[in-house]
């Protein structure tokens, strides 16, 4: 019988040996058993190196195999934020890299941005270094910590006696896709190029004592997105004394200093897809533009047998990730940077035939930075502020888009919490592990006993600005603000403590 134990199982298996004896042999032929834990309240699941390399997954990203224990649940789209077990909060979730933590500290998702913004990147994780993992959705023994929802226990890859290695490229474009509705509008359809490869190499260094393993796997996307939302229309058409034009003057009859920022609610590359008659003084734009996301993981791991009773290794992986995205027809864009970081080195050791110690020291950072991004218009600098206009207007030429669009917010101020607009947001966290198992096996007990050091370290900003409010497009062009807010940074001095 051949009996498999994988990462986080305990396993019993009772096995019968009889003397041979007389000339009949009988050998028996049959599937692999399915082992049944009857030693742990625990629920959870493996999943093992076949179903790692063999089940298919839109864009490799190992959380989407965490799907396949019991409680999980797809939120979304199936990224590291998206899956819940048992109706917990995914920040709730905790991940292990060799049993390092491997989140983003106050999120639990691996490498996300300010620990609040989901990623869109992929390769925190590359699914070309996982061995195996084990996700344990309720239940849990003491061991796993720092988190009530689900407990997911990835193990790396290591070399052995023999080389072993792949190479592989996943891709879509937009040669092989329709044409939908909206490219239709502007003739041509939303460009998209992905690629997804990269390639991996394990083996030995001294045979039977010392292996490598070393992967790497890039991701390149170019994607069309088409924006559509309401922009001024041309200052010959909306200021008096233009037919329904309004004036354009301030209270002191100066024209008014708002015209220089007319060009801002509309990229020079954006197109009028409905224009405004009367007394409506918005157009309808589209602006198709580009996505960009450019990501590369790197893994490497060396194993080393020091004796017949010691072993040590060492594993780091680091994924670099920037997505640059447009926002809207004004032309401004959001640019996410993350740097996720992992690392370990571990001793295991047999103390004797009953006890079995591990020691390991353990790594977990991730630097992200959040920004906006704004043209200058004019000579003026609006990377600082953002401009809001209440109010819509219909969608006259635009089926399937419904009765209205919204207006275009022109500044480099960007949404990157539930509370405030700012300029930016840096993170940076990271934490050290120091952790020591000691497994201890007499007759049919086994008893385990273990510590672990955490501290963590998290630098954070908010980086503020000004956002202009207009009840109207009118007041807008008389330059009649409705509110002006100021946001500081969070790291500037207290205005309140000036000594």
């Known amino acids: 019988m051949n009996a498999q134990v994988l990462v986080g199982q305990a396993m019993t298996v009772d096995v019968e040996l009889r003397p041979v004896g007389g000339t009949e042999s009988i050998t028996i032929v049959g599937g692999e058993q399915t082992a049944i834990d009857t030693s742990s309240a625990t629920m959870g699941a493996n999943v093992n190196p076949r179903e790692v390399q063999s089940l298919p997954l839109n864009g490799r990203q190992v959380s989407q195999l965490y799907l ?25 979730n905790i991940v ?12 639990a998702s691996p490498g996300n941005l300010n620990g609040e913004v989901p990623s869109p990147f992929r390769l925190q994780s590359s699914l070309e270094n996982v061995q195996e993992f084990r996700v344990e959705s309720s239940g849990y023994t003491a061991e796993f910590g720092t988190g009530t929802g689900g407990q997911v226990s990835l193990i790396t890859k290591s070399g052995g006696n023999k080389f072993h290695g792949a190479v592989f490229d996943y891709l879509r474009n937009d040669k092989f896709d329709a044409a939908n509705f909206f490219d239709n509008v502007v003739g041509q359809k939303s460009p998209l190029r992905l690629n997804q490869f990269g390639a991996s190499l394990g083996g ?36 008096a004394p233009a037919p329904n034009g ?49 990501e590369d993981a790197y893994a490497l791991r060396f194993d080393h047998k020091l004796t ?38 571990g001793l295991q050791s047999f103390l004797t035939n009953t006890l079995l110690n591990e020691f390991k020291v353990g790594y977990n950072g991730a630097f992200t930075r959040t920004n906006g991004i704004a043209p200058v218009v004019n000579g003026i600098d609006i990377s600082k502020l953002t401009i809001n206009i209440s109010g819509n207007t219909a969608n006259f030429a635009i089926a399937g888009q419904g009765t209205s669009a919204g207006t275009s917010n022109p500044g480099g101020l960007i949404r990157a919490n539930s509370a405030t607009n700012g300029r930016g947001q840096p993170y940076t966290v990271y934490s050290l592990s120091f952790i020591d198992n000691l497994t201890w096996t007499r007759g049919n007990h086994t008893a385990k006993f273990g510590v672990e050091i955490r501290p963590n370290r998290i630098y954070t900003d908010r980086q503020g600005g000004t956002t202009y409010v207009f009840n109207n497009l009118t007041d807008f062009l008389a330059n009649r603000a409705a509110s002006i807010q100021y946001l500081g940074d969070l790291s500037d001095p207290s205005p309140f403590n000036l000594h």
């Open 96 to 107: 292990r890299y060799d049993g390092i933590e491997g989140t983003a500290i106050i999120d």
């Open 308 to 345: 017949s009773k010691h072993s040590l290794y060492a594993r780091y992986f680091r994924d670099t990730g920037v997505n640059n995205q447009p926002e809207g027809v004004s032309g401004r864009r959001i640019n996410f940077t993350a740097i996720p970081q992992n690392a370990v080195v």
């Open 68 to 92: 396949q224990a019991p409680g999980a649940l797809n939120s979304g789209s199936g990224t590291f934020g998206d899956i819940r077990f048992n109706g917990r909060a995914v920040e709730q």
């Open 204 to 239: 030995p260094i001294i045979k039977d004592k010392a292996f490598f393993y070393f992967s790497y796997e890039g991701y390149r996307l170019r994607a069309g997105i088409n924006s559509i939302e309401a922009v001024p229309g041309a200052q010959s058409r909306i200021c």
């Open 246 to 294: 309004v004036p354009c003057v301030e209270a002191n009859s100066a024209a008014s200093r708002t015209l220089a920022l007319l060009p801002a609610f509309r990229d020079p590359k954006a197109v009028i897809v409905s224009s405004g008659t009367g007394a409506n003084l918005f157009d309808v734009a589209q602006l198709q533009s580009n996505a960009k996301v450019d």
